[in-house]
C-alpha cells in the first residue's frame, strides 16, 4: 500500500501464482484440475468482493445479483440470440455494470446494517426475478449452452485444457488489475473511506464518487466471473442468485484475508477443498448424517469471526510478512 | 367463487399470515431493539420450532390436542435454549458488534439447518392440528384451528406488551436499549437482559412456528420466508415498536395474502421486497417510526 | 505556494448573517464576518459559544440554515464540503483523526495526492511525490517517524500529524480547531513557532481556549458567545472588553 513497500518482490509473488496455476495444468490429476478451473473463476468472483468488503469496508449481502447478472448477461444472450462467446462474454460484463451502477446509485445512500439489508433484498429481487421469468431462464433448473455456443475462434471450452486456460487467464487480469488498484492512488482512497469516511472527504474526495466507482468496479469483477462460468462450463441457472452466493464470497474472502490480493483466491481454494473433504469424510463414516456444504460453511463462518477475523494472509501480513499486499 | 367471498377467503388467509408474521417479526424486532444485533439466524430459530412441534406430536400418544399443547410448551423452550446457548458463546463474545454478528448468525443460520437436515431429514412433515373442525361460512367452509391462530396469536402479543410496558422486566429492557452504559451504571445486569431478549426473541419465533406448523409443514429450509417477511415488516413498522411491528404485519400479511390470491405469488414478493428496498433506502425509520432520535 | 496573494478589496473569507439553529436552539445566530487575506484570525469564546458550528458551516461539515458565505469572491454556501477543500479551505480536526491504522507517510500522501489526482497540480512522478509528503513530514518535525502507523504516535505527534496533513493540501485558509488541546508546555511552544512559519504563507483561523497561544499568534480576535459574535478586535482591544470578560464570568481574559 505504502510507496515504500517492495515494488519487485510484490509483482514477483504474484507472477510465481500464475506461474504456479500454469503448471497445474501438467502435473494435476483429472478431477482436481477439473475443479481447479472452478476454483479460479470463483476466486475472480472473490476478488471483486474484496475490494468492495476488504478495502473500501463496505459490507454487502447481495454480491450475488451481479455474478448473476454476469452470468445471465452472458447466458440468455448466448442461449436465446445466439450470440458468439465474443459477443455474450462483453454483454455480461455490460450486464453487470450496468445492475452494479444503477443497485449502487440507491444501496449507497445508507451504511452499515442498513447497507448489509439493502443489497441482500436487492439481491432477492434479483433472484426472484430469475424465478418469474422461468419462461426465459427455466428456474432452479436453469439452462445448459449447446457446444456449439461454447467456441471462440479456435479455442473450444468444452475442452478442460482450453477451459482452464481461459479460466488462468482471466484469473491472472483480475488479479494484477486488483493489484494495480489497489496500489494507485484511487486503492488509498478505498482505504481512507473504509477507515474514516469523515477524515477522508474532508481531505477534499468526494466519498460517494469513490465508493459508486468501487462498487461498480467491484460489481462489474464478479459479473465478469459470472459470464465466464456461463460459458466455460456451459450451465447457468437461479441457484447462483441466491442468498448462499451472496455468502459465499464473503466466506472466501474472511478465511484468505480481507484486503488481501491474494487472500480471495486461497480462501477461496481452502473452503472448496475443506467442504469436499469433510463431506466426503462425514458421508463415508456417518452416512446417514446428509452432510451438505451447510454445516461445514456454518462453522467456518462462527469460527473464523470469532477466533481467526483476520483470515490466513491477513494474519501472516500482521505478524511476519508486513510487505504484502 | 364470486369476488366478495373470493376475498374475504383472501382476507382470511392473509390475517392467519399475519398473526403469525407478528409474532416472528416482533422477536427480531426485540433483539435489533434492545440489543442492536439482526439475527440474520431469526428464521432458523422459527424452522427448528416447527421441526420440534413435529418430534413432540410424533412422541406424544393419544388424542392430538395433547401432543400439540406439550409442543406448544417444549418446543419454545427448547429453541429458547438454543439461543441462549449462541448468545453465551458466539454473540457475547464479539461483543455485539454489528457486523461480527451478522457474519456470526450467518454461520448459525447454516448450522441450524445442517443439524436439522442431519437429525430431522430433507423431507416436509405435516404435523395433525388439535382439533378438525371446520366453520361453515354462507359461502364457503373455513377451518376452526386457522382462527384459533389469530386468537392465539393475539393473546400472545398481548402478554409480550404487557411485560414490555408494565412490568419491571419491560422497564429493565427499555432502560438497556436506551443506553447501555447508563444501565450498567444503575446496577442493571445488561449482560443477563441481552441473554434474555435473545432467548425470548427465539422463543417468539418458535411460537409463531408451532401454532403455524399444522396449517403448513415442517421443512429444514422453512426459515428463509418468515426471516425475510419479518425484515420487511420490522423495517416498515420501524424498529422497536410493537405497535409498529403489528401494524406492519397486518399491511404485509393481508396484502400478501390478498394479492397472492390474484397475482402469482412471485410477483407478489418480488414488488413487497422492492418496495421495502426503497423504503429503507429513502425513509430509514420506516413508515410509522419517528425519525432519528 | 504563492507567498503572497495579490491584494484584493474583497476579504477572502466573507461570512454574512450565518445561522444555525438545532431544534430550538440557535448554536450560531446570525454572524458577520470577515478575514483578509494572509491574517492569523483567532475565535475565542466559552464552551457552547458555537465556535465549532461557525467553521464546520465554513468548511462544509453543517449545512446553515441561513446565510451567505463567499470565499475568494466566489459564493460557496452551497458548496459541498470536498469541492471546498479543493478550492483552498482546509479544517484539521478537533478530536485528532488521523487515519490510525495507516502509515503516517499514507496518512500525508492521501493529503498530496488529493491536489494531484483529478486536483489542480497536475500529475506527478514517483520521486515528486514522496519528496512532498517528506517535505509536509519535515515541516512538523515528523520526518523520521514517517513508517510508523499512525496510531501509535504519541498525542502530541498524532496532532502535528493532523497538522501536516492540513498543510499538505496547500490551503488558502487554514482552520485550526483547538490545535493545542492535549499538548504539553513544551510541543505548545513548538506549535507556536511552526503556526508563525506557515502565516507568512496562508491565512489561518485558529480556533482556541488557550489565551497565551491566541495572544502569542493571533492579529485579530473575534470573541463569540451564546451564537453571536461580541467583540473583535487586536488582542489589547479584546483584552480591555468589558464585555468580553463578563462573558468569560468575570475572569481576565489573560488568567
Redesign the interface.
Known amino acids: 500500500?505504502?510507496?515504500?513497500a517492495p515494488h519487485g518482490r510484490v509483482i514477483a509473488l504474484h507472477l510465481a501464482v500464475v506461474a504456479l496455476l500454469f503448471a497445474g495444468e501438467f502435473v494435476l490429476p483429472a478431477y482436481h484440475h477439473g475443479v481447479m478451473a472452478r476454483i479460479m473463476v470463483l476466486a475472480v468472483f472473490a476478488m471483486g468482493y474484496n475490494l468492495l468488503f476488504g478495502y473500501t469496508g463496505l459490507l454487502s449481502l447481495g454480491h450475488a445479483m451481479f455474478f448473476a447478472a454476469g452470468m445471465y448477461g452472458a447466458g440468455l444472450t448466448a442461449y436465446h440470440l445466439g450470440w458468439s462467446v465474443a459477443a455474450a462474454f462483453p454483454a455480461g460484463i455490460v450486464a453487470g455494470a450496468a445492475v452494479s451502477a444503477g443497485i449502487a446509485l440507491l444501496a449507497l445512500r445508507t451504511t452499515g446494517v442498513a447497507f448489509m439489508i439493502v443489497t441482500m433484498m436487492f439481491a432477492q429481487v434479483g433472484y426472484l426475478l430469475t424465478l418469474y421469468f422461468g419462461n426465459w431462464t427455466r428456474g432452479e433448473e436453469g439452462l445448459t449452452l449447446a457446444p456449439a455456443a461454447r467456441l471462440l475462434g479456435p479455442f473450444d471450452f468444452t475442452d478442460p485444457a482450453t477451459r482452464y486456460f481461459a479460466a488462468l487467464a482471466l484469473f491472472a487480469v483480475v488479479l494484477f488489475l486488483t493489484l494495480a488498484v489497489v496500489r494507485a492512488?484511487?486503492g488509498?482512497?478505498l482505504?481512507?473511506i473504509r477507515?474514516?469516511e469523515?477524515?477522508?472527504?474532508?481531505?477534499?474526495?468526494?466519498?460517494f464518487a469513490n465508493k459508486l466507482a468501487a462498487t461498480v468496479l467491484s460489481g462489474t469483477i464478479c459479473a465478469s466471473a459470472g459470464a465466464a462460468y456461463a460459458l466455460l462450463f456451459g450451465y447457468f441457472g437461479s441457484t447462483f442468485a441466491t442468498v448462499a452466493y451472496s455468502i459465499l464470497p464473503l466466506l472466501w474472502v474472511l478465511v484468505g484475508g480481507a484486503a488481501t490480493t491474494l487472500g480471495p483466491f486461497l480462501g477461496t481454494l481452502a473452503m472448496y477443498y475443506l467442504i469436499d473433504i469433510s463431506n466426503d469424510v462425514l458421508n463415508r463414516h456417518f452416512p446417514d448424517w446428509d452432510m451438505s456444504y451447510l454445516g461445514t460453511v456454518g462453522v467456518a463462518l462462527v469460527l473464523l469471526v470469532l477466533f481467526f477475523p483476520k483470515g490466513l494472509l491477513g494474519t501472516l501480513r500482521q505478524r511476519w510478512v508486513v510487505w504484502l499486499p | 367463487m364470486a369476488f366478495g367471498p373470493h376475498l374475504l377467503l383472501a382476507a382470511l388467509e392473509g390475517l392467519v399470515q399475519a398473526a403469525v408474521l407478528a409474532l416472528t417479526a416482533l422477536g427480531l424486532s426485540l433483539v435489533f431493539g434492545v440489543m442492536r444485533v439482526v439475527n440474520v439466524a431469526h428464521g432458523e430459530f422459527f424452522m427448528l420450532g416447527a421441526v420440534l412441534a413435529w418430534g413432540v406430536t410424533t412422541a406424544v400418544s393419544g388424542h392430538p390436542a395433547l401432543g400439540f399443547a406439550a409442543a406448544l410448551v417444549v418446543a419454545p423452550l427448547a429453541v429458547g435454549a438454543v439461543a441462549l446457548l449462541s448468545e453465551r458463546l458466539v454473540l457475547r463474545r464479539l461483543d455485539y458488534n454489528p457486523e461480527a454478528t451478522i457474519v456470526a448468525t450467518i454461520g448459525l443460520l447454516y448450522i441450524l439447518q445442517q443439524a436439522a437436515l442431519t437429525f430431522y431429514g430433507p423431507e416436509a412433515r405435516p404435523v395433525v392440528p388439535p382439533f378438525n373442525i371446520r366453520l361453515q361460512l354462507p359461502w364457503f367452509g373455513y377451518s376452526a384451528y386457522k382462527l384459533s391462530v389469530i386468537g392465539a396469536s393475539a393473546v400472545v402479543l398481548a402478554a409480550t406488551w404487557f411485560v414490555l410496558a408494565r412490568t419491571r422486566i419491560g422497564l429493565v429492557m427499555r432502560a438497556t436499549q436506551y443506553d447501555r452504559e447508563i444501565a450498567t451504571a444503575f446496577g442493571i445486569p445488561v449482560e443477563r437482559v441481552y441473554a434474555g431478549v435473545f432467548a425470548l426473541g427465539a422463543m417468539l419465533a418458535a411460537v409463531a412456528a408451532v401454532l403455524i406448523v399444522p396449517i403448513s409443514q415442517a421443512h429444514y429450509l422453512m426459515g428463509a420466508d418468515p426471516l425475510l417477511l419479518s425484515f420487511i415488516v420490522v423495517i416498515i413498522g420501524g424498529l422497536g415498536s410493537l405497535r409498529g411491528t403489528v401494524v406492519a404485519a397486518l399491511l404485509i400479511g393481508l396484502s400478501d395474502g390478498i394479492v397472492s390470491v390474484f397475482f402469482s405469488p412471485t410477483l407478489a414478493k418480488i414488488i413487497a421486497t422492492l418496495a421495502v428496498a426503497l423504503v429503507l433506502v429513502f425513509r430509514p425509520q420506516g413508515l410509522f417510526g419517528q425519525a432519528a432520535r | 505556494m504563492a507567498a503572497m496573494t495579490p491584494v484584493s478589496r474583497e476579504p477572502l473569507l466573507s461570512v454574512r448573517g450565518l445561522s444555525r439553529h438545532f431544534g430550538g436552539l440557535k448554536a450560531v445566530d446570525g454572524v458577520d464576518f470577515d478575514v483578509p487575506a494572509g491574517q492569523v484570525r483567532a475565535i475565542i469564546g466559552p464552551n457552547g459559544a458555537g465556535k465549532t458550528t461557525f467553521v464546520g458551516m465554513i468548511?462544509g461539515?453543517i449545512p446553515p440554515s441561513a446565510g451567505t458565505i463567499r470565499f475568494d469572491g466566489a459564493d460557496i454556501t452551497d458548496m459541498?464540503?470536498?469541492?471546498r477543500?479543493?478550492a483552498g479551505i482546509a479544517?484539521t480536526?478537533q478530536i485528532t483523526?488521523?487515519?490510525?491504522?495507516?502509515?503516517v507517510?499514507?496518512n500525508v500522501?492521501?493529503?498530496v495526492?488529493?491536489r494531484h489526482?483529478g486536483?489542480k497540480g497536475g500529475r506527478l512522478s514517483?520521486r515528486a511525490?514522496?519528496a512532498e509528503i517528506g517535505a509536509a513530514l519535515a515541516r512538523v518535525g515528523l520526518a523520521d517517524r514517517a513508517?510508523e502507523t499512525a496510531g501509535n504516535l504519541a498525542y502530541g505527534h498524532q496532532r502535528l500529524l493532523e497538522v501536516a496533513?492540513g498543510l499538505a493540501?496547500s490551503p488558502r485558509l487554514l482552520i485550526l480547531d483547538e490545535p493545542t488541546q492535549g499538548l504539553s508546555d513544551a510541543e505548545i511552544d513548538g506549535f507556536i513557532g511552526l503556526v508563525r512559519e506557515i502565516a507568512g504563507e496562508t491565512t489561518v483561523l485558529l480556533i482556541e481556549h488557550n489565551m497565551p497561544v491566541v495572544m502569542a499568534l493571533a492579529e485579530r480576535i473575534t470573541v463569540m458567545d451564546q451564537g453571536r459574535v461580541i467583540a473583535e478586535g487586536t488582542p489589547a482591544e479584546v483584552r480591555g472588553n468589558r464585555t468580553v470578560q463578563a462573558a468569560y464570568l468575570g475572569a481576565p481574559v489573560d488568567a
Do not use: I, K
Request: hydrophobic share 45%; with cysteine.
Open positions: 500500500m505504502s510507496p515504500a492512488p484511487f488509498r482512497v482505504v481512507a477507515e474514516n469523515e477524515r477522508t472527504r474532508m481531505l477534499g474526495y468526494d466519498t | 468548511c461539515r459541498p464540503a470536498h469541492r477543500v479543493l479544517y480536526f483523526s488521523v487515519f490510525a491504522n495507516l502509515s507517510r499514507d500522501a492521501l493529503a495526492q488529493r489526482v486536483g514517483p511525490f514522496a513508517g496533513m493540501l
